[in-house]
């Protein structure tokens, strides 16, 4: 079995860009990153996205993300930067305090290539070290946003699906790619106000990983699936799933225990949303306990969530540790 050190993205931006870019493009609702930027503010984001790249580094993780600086609609930012979503009010990001704008699709999601120009940025500066993308998956993008142009919950899905598997065909190489499903956890396709079948989570995240030759990890959090949305990502031509040991340990274990798990798991090993910086002993307590039911051939130990809920110096100790969990010793415990 081996480990290994990473994160799921969307980083905290350092508070130098924070001042830059509240003087470049303000900091109201209309002064979101929309696509059409001036070349001053992509270059902040550019040097923050090269101080991120090396901080992981410096902390010595197996795979480099480009910290998704710019995705100020957290992971609806693939669909507020696309010609054919309007950006409307603000609404709340699951159960938390903060906002993403309202994602009205009133057009085909066509080809948009934005993803993939981050993304190019990223593997140009990691020397070597594995690049991993970071995307929403296919629900979840789906389930933030209103649909006023394919009329049916099902074909909105695909749609999405589809689209994000037409951006990742464009990606540069990458060596594992993880889509963030917290929806599937939050707000599963078994409820009334989700006529999406389970089968057509299977469907739509197989659309997408089938766009790429890398590694796929479908993460989830805040929570555990239930029964059949488990066993249908587990269907799903997906390599690996993700499991929150903060906030559902037990449920996952049990999950685990009873319908099994693929040969590559992401454990949510640190809270994304809370300062106190777990110790070596209680990472290496949560990963043996749940490799001890799974016995997975790969282990990614990765925070439960997205980490832009954290000032940056906390975000930067969970990195340090995650580094050391992957590669600590008995004797070190």
Request: hydrophobic share 40%; aromatic share 8%.
């Amino acid at each position: 079995m081996s480990r290994v050190a990473t994160t799921v993205g969307l980083y905290p931006l350092p508070d130098w860009a924070k001042d830059e870019l509240s003087e470049l493009k303000g900091h109201q609702k209309e002064d979101l990153i929309s696509g059409d930027e001036g070349a001053a503010v992509a270059e902040t984001y550019d040097r923050a996205c090269a101080e991120a790249i090396e901080r992981q580094r410096e902390a010595d993780l197996d795979r480099i993300v480009g910290g998704q600086l710019r995705w100020d609609d957290m992971l609806g930012y693939p669909l507020a930067v696309h010609d054919a979503v309007e950006t409307g009010g603000i609404v709340r990001y699951y159960d938390n305090n903060n906002f993403y704008r309202e994602l009205v699709v009133d057009g085909e999601l066509t080809f948009d290539g934005t993803l993939a120009d981050e993304l190019r940025g990223v593997t140009s500066r990691t020397d070597g070290t594995p690049v991993q993308a970071v995307l929403p998956g296919p629900y979840s993008l789906a389930d933030l946003a209103v649909d006023e142009h394919y009329g049916d919950d099902r074909a909105f899905l695909a749609g999405v699906a589809e689209f994000l598997a037409a951006e990742g065909e464009a990606f540069p190489d990458v060596e594992t790619v993880f889509l963030l499903e917290p929806s599937l956890a939050v707000n599963p396709p078994t409820g009334e106000e989700t006529p999406v079948e389970t089968d057509d989570v299977t469907d739509a995240l197989s659309t997408v990983a089938e766009a790429f030759e890398a590694e796929v990890v479908v993460h989830t959090y805040w929570g555990a699936l239930s029964a059949d949305v488990y066993t249908a990502a587990l269907d799903a031509a997906v390599d690996g799933l993700g499991y929150d040991l903060v906030n559902a340990g037990e449920e996952a274990l049990a999950t685990a225990s009873e319908h099994g798990t693929p040969d590559t798991v992401a454990l949510g090993v640190v809270d994304g949303q809370n300062t106190r910086v777990e110790s070596l002993q209680e990472i290496d307590d949560r990963v043996s306990r749940f490799e001890d039911v799974a016995s997975p051939e790969r282990t990614y130990l990765t925070p439960n969530t997205e980490l832009f809920y954290l000032p940056v110096t906390s975000a930067d100790a969970k990195l340090d540790v995650l580094g050391r969990a992957a590669n600590v010793s008995e004797v070190e415990l």
